[in-house]
Each structure stands twice: as structure tokens, then as C-alpha cells.
């Protein structure tokens, strides 16, 4: 795989899904005059894309904004049906899935490769880079070894390149049920102070048994913040206020 930082991306068409009908990009319509970050990965619902790569773009995004990037998009060799579909799975909203079903742009890169031996056909090595104005700018290329290595082009890497001191968004969870008032006020805390969140509904994505076990309370919400189980809506609200002390 070629490193070809300075140049132009390819210029090509992609055929590109908006209220059920077709509706074609091309390569200017998403880089000309602005500063894109790309992913690129062998293909849309496949473990390691699923699992890390793309959620961990999409939960970085405010990030990357706030850090001069314009818009994070992820390509991959797959036709606009199934991108739309794996972007509803995995509720990517932060994120600009492109199509790129006929390998155009992917073999533009020189990153296109031939994965028959998994049934895959050609598809795209594993890699990221920054783009302005149409120019990369900078290119994390995994390593070519056996298999899907994934060391490189992840997340953290693009953001650490473009500023190593970047904040990041803290990973907060909260077990909630329906129609809970002091649920929704620990929402209400989270979202004033800013922190995205991701809500754990007992009776639908987890079970009593697994509140108990988890916190050792039958109540909800319950907190975590960075691994640390922080407890209900008033110690929420006490730990928030000497969470913000601290940062005075």
C-alpha cells in the first residue's frame, strides 16, 4: 500500500442513497474548500468495523469538530443499500457513510485489494487520513500483514495527529426505566453539564439481575462515568458539583 500524502484524492462519482432515490457526489461535493477526516474498511458489518472502528469515529465527533474537521466520512466497498443499513445498526449519526460500490475511488487510493479467499471480492485495505481542500494531507495506512490489521487507522490516532491534547468525551452509561422522574432528572444533569451518555433500559436491554449484580441496588438510575459507578440522580448531582470545583 502507497503512501500518497500531498495529492489530490481521486475525483469519482459515488452513487449515493437520500429519500429513497439515487442521488450521485461527487468527490469535490465532499472535499472541495473543507477538511475531512476518512476511515476506510474491507466492509460494512464485519467485526472489527462494527465492533470499534466506526463507533469509535462516531463517538469522537464533537471532538474532531471542535478541532477544525469539518466532517468524518467512512468508505468502503460496498453498495449504497447495505451503507444505509449499517449505519441504522449502528445508530452512526455523527458519521458520513459513503458507498463506494464500484471500487472507483478505493482503487484511485491504490487501496484496493483482493479478498476472494473470505468471498469478498475486491474490497479496501484498512486506512485513514486527513483531507483539505482535496489534499491528504496525512495517511494512516495499516501495516500489510496477514489478515485485518487494525493498529493505525483507528480514532485516537487521527485526533492525537491532529492535536494531542484534544479533549475527549468521557464514556457514560445510565440504567434508566420508562416513566422514572429521577431517571429523566440525571439525564437532564448529564446533558446540561455536556456529557453525552448511553442509556441502558431495564426491562429491554438489560434485566433486574443485572442492575443488582452490576451496582448492588434495585433502583434506578445508576451512573458510571470512566468505569467508576457514581449511583443515583442525587449523588449525580453532588458528584457533578465537585466535579465542576474542581475544574474552577
Known amino acids: 500500500m502507497k503512501n500518497i500524502e500531498g495529492q489530490n484524492v481521486p475525483q469519482v462519482i459515488f452513487k449515493t442513497r437520500q429519500n429513497n432515490e439515487f442521488v ?24 472489527t468495523c462494527s465492533s470499534t472502528h466506526l463507533p469509535r469515529y462516531n463517538e469522537l465527533a464533537k471532538s474532531f469538530r471542535e478541532n477544525g474537521v469539518d466532517e468524518i466520512v467512512c468508505i468502503s466497498v460496498n453498495d449504497a ?12 449519526e455523527n458519521v458520513t457513510l459513503i458507498p463506494d460500490g464500484n471500487g472507483e475511488f478505493t482503487e484511485g487510493m491504490g487501496m484496493l485489494v483482493d479478498k476472494s479467499d473470505l468471498g469478498f471480492g475486491k474490497r479496501s485495505w484498512r486506512y485513514s487520513m486527513l483531507v483539505k481542500d482535496g489534499v491528504i494531507e496525512k495517511m494512516f495506512i495499516e501495516p500489510d500483514v496477514p489478515g485485518d490489521p487494525f493498529e493505525v487507522s483507528d ?35 448529564l446533558e446540561a453539564a455536556g456529557m453525552d451518555y448511553e442509556e441502558i433500559v431495564l426491562g429491554r436491554d438489560a434485566s433486574l439481575r443485572s442492575l443488582r449484580a452490576m451496582t448492588g441496588a434495585e433502583t ?29
Open 155 to 189: 480514532a485516537d490516532t487521527m485526533l492525537a495527529y491532529i492535536n494531542p491534547r484534544a479533549e475527549k468525551p468521557k464514556a457514560v452509561s445510565i440504567i434508566t426505566k420508562p416513566g422514572c422522574p429521577f431517571c429523566a432528572r440525571a439525564k437532564e444533569m
Open 24 to 47: 450521485d457526489l461527487n468527490s469535490d461535493d465532499i472535499f472541495k474548500g473543507r477538511t475531512v477526516v476518512v476511515f476506510s474498511l474491507p466492509g460494512a458489518f464485519t467485526p
Open 220 to 248: 434506578v438510575p445508576q451512573v458510571f462515568v470512566e468505569g467508576e459507578h457514581i449511583g443515583g440522580s442525587e449523588v449525580l448531582e453532588e458528584w457533578l458539583t465537585t466535579a465542576d470545583s474542581k475544574a474552577a
Open 81 to 92: 443499500f447495505v451503507m444505509d443499513a449499517w449505519k441504522k445498526n449502528q445508530e452512526a
